[in-house]
């Protein structure tokens, strides 16, 4: 099992390419690389309109937009009702997203 984990998670997170984060890979988002790949990106799909306009029938293309904001297992919003500890994840997880 950890043989086949460390060869899957390597795959998954720095050559894997995810529609949630633009089919960018988790390692570019992560490392601050996204906007330069989002770049290279856009520079292969000019070529390709330069060499074959009619295959784009409606428009130049673009690459998908990169999100703002990315992650799994978002904490829930804490509202006065609920009866989490004060000191719980969850309202730290809070506190810190109402300052940003």
């Given amino acids: 099992a950890r043989a086949f ?3 899957f998670f390597a795959w ?7 529609s ?16 330069q790949c989002y770049a290279a990106h856009q520079v292969v799909l000019d070529g390709a309109f330069e060499l074959n306009p009619a ?4 428009r130049r293309p673009v690459p998908p937009a ?10 829930r919003p804490v509202s006065d009702a ?10 730290y997880f809070q506190a810190v997203s109402h300052r940003a």
């Avoid at 295959?55 to 409606?58: D, E, K, N, V, Y």
């Avoid at 990169?66 to 904490?75: E, F, S």
């Fill in 5 to 7: 984990c460390q060869i």
């Fill in 12 to 18: 998954y997170n720095d050559e894997h390419r995810h």
């Fill in 20 to 35: 949630g984060i633009g089919y960018m890979t988790p390692a570019a988002m992560h490392s601050g690389q996204a906007q």
């Fill in 55 to 58: 295959r784009f029938t409606q």
């Fill in 66 to 75: 990169l999100p703002t904001a990315a992650g799994i297992n978002w904490p």
């Fill in 82 to 91: 609920d009866t989490a500890p004060a000191n719980s994840t969850l309202n």
